[in-house]
């Protein structure tokens, strides 16, 4: 609907405005001492020869540069100390801009062209769609709706161009050689259009060199190096309807978002090769980053189940004051007969000694060096031990000094074919011939061949030495563990006439152990987020790029009244954009490298947790924040004339 107004002050004032280029010392003046007023409605033709400064008076006029000296006041407001959101706010409200070269982004559709001011004036999607078809069809473009500029004549571009400037309403057109790059009978349809426009009552300002368009406004006037030299009226300021604008809306931060990266995904579309091999980098950080993450997590719970397998009752005795008691090995206290004395306690319910030694073992013609341990039966149930073929060795064989051995699988892969039944075979160890009992699984991360027999063959059919290497023990379940191993130390210590032993706890191995995995996973994760540092760095390379490239489309959005907050957040999100879809296809790839890591290290599970992917997530998209930052801000805080003015 319509209202008619009359006698208001003008829609827009230049008062005695001037803009300088440069230093005191170098300036060069553009404008000098312009004053003018332009009322609501008036078809206004700014002429004058090329670097006169008509383009830089439109460009103050739309809010797009600031005077230097002077005020330009839009309905009463001074615009001279606004902000630069204040300004867009300005731009959206009041103006649209229509282009000599359209500057239509290409890779969006017509539709998606004309709708882009309302983005940024916070239009719901559906609302920004139905508008921007009803003014494609007011000028006469129904049907090519979904065409891109590319497959448009330069007459239809530059409709659509003008459907863009009213897409907020567009109550003030500025034109800048609207005709500029048409033909003659396709500028005067367009120049058609934009008088009709000021007939509805809007209020339209041309800048021109042609006298044949300056000839349909109402008012010309000439400006000759930076000065207005002229003001014609061809007719008097008339009593324009009075326009109903759309009413402003705002996106929720949600939705806004949304709608960045709608946008970044058309951008990244245009760019498929770039966007790929950018994202390559972010995939192999990332898959680094959640496999690293993986190992260190699969090596540590590994470690931790074979010492819950052993309990965390399991003590084990040690000759010498701690680990780093360098006269330990020359101990020779630690023996039997203290395993037979921890036997006696109440409350320890398995004790085995541990003597350790190396020997060759030898089956016909085959032959390995092979880690030896000499062991009683209860070692086996101490560390949580089950033969997966024949039988562990007996406190018979202990007591008679049987030369009874189990294996494990890496001396059965060594020593035997694959089809062959270890359990009964003989092996000789040394001089000493065995036969075997059972097979045990290899212990983790076992590379070696170990062979465990009794502890007394060692002592009286290998003649090695009389001491044992440990004692380990086992507390019964709900017994005071520190009570017991405290009688135990007052035991021993009374035995040997003096503490020469220490005792070590499968509970300090563990907390030793997560230890090491902890320095270990930080160790590989930096190693690993080196990687993702360098992929970080090919987004923030292609997203410089991006915004060099795109530096006109810039000043193009900024003219359609997008603010520094809706550059930064497009620019930001189309590095969000890579990093994420990097992030998922490295979680992915992680998936399907932990499902095949058996084959490639059985001995090490790669638990892929989630723990595993929420830092591989976190992981890219902070990757997208803090390498995307840099260019998105660049981006936002290009001049929109500066923008503009690079092709």
């Given at each position: 609907m319509k209202t008619t107004i009359a006698n208001e002050p003008p829609l827009l004032q230049l008062c005695a405005v001037a803009k300088h280029y440069g230093d005191d010392d170098n300036r060069t003046t553009a404008l000098s001492q312009i004053s003018l007023s332009i009322q609501r409605g008036e078809m206004v033709a700014l002429m004058g020869p090329s670097g006169s400064g008509k383009s830089t008076l439109l460009n103050i006029l739309g809010c797009l540069d600031a005077v230097s000296a002077g005020s330009y006041l839009i309905e009463g407001r001074d615009t001279q100390h606004l902000s630069a959101d204040e300004l867009a706010w300005l731009r959206r409200k009041y103006f649209g801009f229509v282009f000599q070269r359209y500057q239509l982004i290409t890779r969006q559709s017509a539709s998606d062209n004309v709708a882009l001011p309302a983005i940024y004036a916070g239009l719901p999607r559906a609302q920004r769609q139905q508008r921007a078809q009803a003014l494609l069809a007011r000028l006469g473009l129904s049907g090519r709706e979904h065409a891109l500029p590319g497959q448009l004549s330069g007459g239809q571009q530059q409709r659509v161009s003008i459907a863009r400037a009213l897409t907020n309403g567009g109550e003030v057109i500025l034109a800048d050689e609207p005709t500029g790059a048409l033909d003659r009978q396709t500028g005067?349809?367009?120049?058609?259009?934009?008088?009709?426009?000021?007939?509805?009552?809007?209020?339209?300002?041309?800048?021109?060199?042609?006298?044949?368009?300056?000839?349909?406004?109402?008012?010309?006037?000439r400006i000759c190096d930076g000065a207005m030299v002229a003001d014609e009226r061809s007719a008097p300021p008339g009593n324009p309807p009075r326009l109903n604008p759309p009413q402003p809306a705002t996106l929720s931060r949600l939705d806004a978002w949304y709608e960045a990266w709608r946008m970044a995904l058309a951008a990244l579309r245009g760019q498929p090769l770039r966007a790929a091999l950018t994202m390559l980098g972010i995939v192999i950080g990332i898959t680094a980053v959640s496999c690293m993450v993986g190992l260190g997590q699969g090596a540590r719970e590994r470690v931790v189940a074979d010492i819950k397998a052993m309990g965390y009752n399991t003590f084990t005795l040690y000759p010498g004051s701690g680990w780093g008691d360098r006269q330990a090995r020359f101990l020779t206290t630690l023996t039997a007969q203290d395993a037979a004395l921890l036997r006696t306690f109440q409350g320890i319910e398995q004790v085995s000694p541990l003597i350790n030694t190396s020997a060759v073992l030898q089956n016909g013609r085959r032959q390995i060096q092979t880690q030896l341990l000499g062991v009683s039966e209860h070692y086996f149930a101490l560390n949580g031990k089950q033969a997966n073929q024949g039988a562990l060795f007996t406190a018979e064989d202990v007591r008679r000094s049987h030369p009874s051995v189990v294996i494990d699988e890496n001396t059965r892969r060594a020593l035997f074919?694959?089809?062959?039944?270890?359990?009964?075979?003989?092996?000789?160890?040394?001089?000493?011939?065995?036969?075997?009992?059972?097979?045990?699984?290899?212990?983790?991360?076992?590379?070696?061949?170990?062979?465990?027999?009794?502890?007394?063959?060692?002592?009286?059919?290998?003649?090695?030495?009389?001491?044992?290497?440990?004692?380990?023990?086992?507390?019964?379940?709900?017994?005071?563990?520190?009570l017991i191993s405290a009688r135990v130390t007052q035991a021993v210590t009374l035995w040997h006439g003096k503490q020469d032993f220490f005792i070590f706890s499968a509970e300090e191995v563990t907390k030793a152990v997560e230890k090491s995995a902890a320095t270990l996973t930080l160790l590989v994760l930096t190693i690993a987020f080196i990687a993702l540092l360098i992929g970080g760095i090919g987004v923030m390379n292609m997203m410089l790029v991006s915004v060099t490239e795109r530096t006109h489309e810039i000043g193009v959005r900024l003219a359609l009244g997008a603010r520094q907050r809706d550059i930064l957040q497009q620019f930001l999100s189309e590095a969000l954009v890579v990093c994420s879809a990097g992030g998922l296809i490295g979680v992915l790839l992680s998936a399907l490298i932990s499902q095949f890591s058996p084959l490639l290290f059985d001995e090490i599970p790669l638990l892929f947790s989630p723990l595993s992917v929420a830092v591989a997530v976190m992981c890219s998209m902070a990757t997208g924040l803090v390498f995307g930052y840099v260019p998105a801000q660049r981006a936002a805080r290009l001049h929109p004339v500066v923008a503009l003015s690079r092709e």
């Open positions: 005067a349809e367009v120049m058609a259009i934009l008088r009709d426009l000021q007939r509805q009552g809007h209020t339209v300002i041309i800048v021109t060199h042609d006298a044949s368009v300056a000839a349909l406004a109402d008012r010309v006037i074919d694959p089809l062959d039944n270890p359990v009964g075979k003989t092996l000789q160890i040394n001089d000493v011939m065995t036969t075997v009992a059972g097979i045990i699984p290899n212990d983790s991360f076992q590379k070696n061949a170990v062979v465990y027999l009794p502890f007394s063959v060692l002592q009286m059919r290998q003649r090695v030495r009389r001491d044992v290497d440990a004692i380990m023990y086992k507390v019964s379940d709900g017994a005071d563990t520190a």
